[in-house]
Protein backbone atom coordinates (compact mmCIF):
# COMPACT_ATOMS: atom_id res chain seq x y z
CA UNK A 1 0.00 0.00 0.00
CA UNK A 2 1.15 3.51 -1.17
CA UNK A 3 0.86 6.29 1.19
CA UNK A 4 0.90 9.92 -0.01
CA UNK A 5 1.15 12.82 1.98
CA UNK A 6 1.02 16.46 0.74
CA UNK A 7 1.72 19.73 2.29
CA UNK A 8 2.22 23.18 1.30
CA UNK A 9 -0.97 24.31 0.69
CA UNK A 10 -1.99 28.06 2.11
CA UNK A 11 -3.93 31.11 1.75
CA UNK A 12 -1.97 33.63 -0.83
CA UNK A 13 -2.84 36.62 -2.98
CA UNK A 14 -3.44 36.97 -6.87
CA UNK A 15 -0.07 36.85 -7.94
CA UNK A 16 1.90 35.04 -5.07
CA UNK A 17 3.33 31.78 -5.11
CA UNK A 18 3.85 28.23 -3.28
CA UNK A 19 5.21 25.12 -3.22
CA UNK A 20 3.49 21.24 -3.19
CA UNK A 21 5.13 18.56 -1.89
CA UNK A 22 3.99 14.96 -1.63
CA UNK A 23 5.84 11.99 -0.09
CA UNK A 24 5.33 9.15 -1.09
CA UNK A 25 6.19 6.01 1.43
CA UNK A 26 5.53 2.17 1.09
CA UNK A 27 6.28 -0.34 -1.71
CA UNK A 28 8.38 1.40 -4.61
CA UNK A 29 7.70 1.21 -7.77
CA UNK A 30 10.21 1.17 -11.22
CA UNK A 31 7.80 2.79 -13.47
CA UNK A 32 5.16 4.86 -12.40
CA UNK A 33 3.55 8.19 -12.68
CA UNK A 34 2.77 10.35 -9.85
CA UNK A 35 0.75 13.81 -10.60
CA UNK A 36 -1.29 16.50 -9.38
CA UNK A 37 -5.22 16.85 -9.48
CA UNK A 38 -7.29 19.22 -8.08
CA UNK A 39 -11.17 20.28 -6.82
CA UNK A 40 -12.84 23.49 -6.47
CA UNK A 41 -16.56 23.54 -4.21
CA UNK A 42 -19.46 22.03 -6.61
CA UNK A 43 -16.51 20.69 -9.42
CA UNK A 44 -14.83 17.19 -10.36
CA UNK A 45 -11.55 17.04 -9.91
CA UNK A 46 -9.44 17.73 -12.43
CA UNK A 47 -5.75 16.81 -13.98
CA UNK A 48 -3.06 19.25 -13.02
CA UNK A 49 0.23 18.23 -13.96
CA UNK A 50 2.20 14.57 -13.92
CA UNK A 51 5.49 13.63 -14.09
CA UNK A 52 6.48 9.69 -14.92
CA UNK A 53 10.35 8.70 -15.16
CA UNK A 54 12.65 5.92 -17.06
CA UNK A 55 16.07 6.35 -15.79
CA UNK A 56 17.56 9.24 -16.90
CA UNK A 57 14.35 10.04 -18.77
CA UNK A 58 11.59 12.30 -17.83
CA UNK A 59 8.04 13.17 -18.85
CA UNK A 60 5.67 15.83 -17.80
CA UNK A 61 2.32 16.84 -18.91
CA UNK A 62 0.12 20.04 -17.88
CA UNK A 63 -3.26 21.29 -18.16
CA UNK A 64 -3.50 23.41 -20.68
CA UNK A 65 -4.81 25.96 -17.38
CA UNK A 66 -1.35 26.31 -15.90
CA UNK A 67 0.90 25.76 -18.54
CA UNK A 68 3.85 27.94 -18.26
CA UNK A 69 2.91 28.96 -14.66
CA UNK A 70 3.01 25.85 -12.32
CA UNK A 71 6.52 23.20 -12.71
CA UNK A 72 6.92 19.95 -11.33
CA UNK A 73 9.46 18.19 -10.56
CA UNK A 74 10.59 14.83 -8.56
CA UNK A 75 13.64 13.97 -6.20
CA UNK A 76 13.85 10.07 -6.59
CA UNK A 77 15.85 9.96 -2.99
CA UNK A 78 13.15 11.15 -1.03
CA UNK A 79 10.06 9.48 -3.09
CA UNK A 80 8.89 13.58 -3.33
CA UNK A 81 7.40 15.51 -5.82
CA UNK A 82 7.31 18.97 -6.15
CA UNK A 83 4.42 21.35 -7.61
CA UNK A 84 6.10 25.34 -7.89
CA UNK A 85 2.72 27.05 -8.68
CA UNK A 86 3.77 31.02 -9.41
CA UNK A 87 1.44 33.63 -10.63
CA UNK A 88 -1.38 32.03 -8.73
CA UNK A 89 -4.94 32.61 -9.65
CA UNK A 90 -8.32 33.22 -7.75
CA UNK A 91 -9.46 30.11 -9.98
CA UNK A 92 -6.51 28.21 -9.14
CA UNK A 93 -8.15 28.13 -5.50
CA UNK A 94 -8.71 23.82 -5.01
CA UNK A 95 -7.81 21.44 -2.60
CA UNK A 96 -4.71 19.75 -4.74
CA UNK A 97 -4.56 15.96 -4.47
CA UNK A 98 -1.47 14.31 -4.85
CA UNK A 99 -1.96 10.65 -6.82
CA UNK A 100 -0.01 7.66 -8.49
CA UNK A 101 -1.08 5.69 -11.22
CA UNK A 102 1.21 2.30 -11.73
CA UNK A 103 2.19 3.11 -15.16
CA UNK A 104 4.19 4.53 -17.30
CA UNK A 105 1.78 6.23 -19.43
CA UNK A 106 0.74 9.53 -18.11
CA UNK A 107 -2.92 9.40 -18.00
CA UNK A 108 -5.46 12.98 -17.46
CA UNK A 109 -8.41 10.91 -15.80
CA UNK A 110 -8.25 10.25 -12.13
CA UNK A 111 -9.64 6.96 -12.99
CA UNK A 112 -6.67 5.71 -13.95
CA UNK A 113 -4.62 6.48 -10.63
CA UNK A 114 -4.57 3.97 -7.71
CA UNK A 115 -3.48 5.71 -4.59
CA UNK A 116 -4.43 9.27 -3.40
CA UNK A 117 -3.03 11.46 -0.79
CA UNK A 118 -5.73 13.18 1.57
CA UNK A 119 -5.04 16.85 -0.09
CA UNK A 120 -4.37 20.04 1.01
CA UNK A 121 -6.47 23.75 0.34
CA UNK A 122 -5.04 26.15 -1.77
CA UNK A 123 -6.59 29.53 -1.29
CA UNK A 124 -5.85 32.41 -3.61
CA UNK A 125 -7.63 35.88 -2.61
CA UNK A 126 -8.43 38.52 -5.63
Known amino acids: QVQLVESGGGLVQAGDSLRLSCAAS????????MGWFRQAPGKEREFVSAITWTGSIERSRYADSVKGRFTISRDNTKNTIYLQMNSLKPEDTAVYYC?????????????????WGQGTQVTVSS
Open 99 to 115: AVQISSVISNSPRAYDY
Open 26 to 33: GPTFSMYV
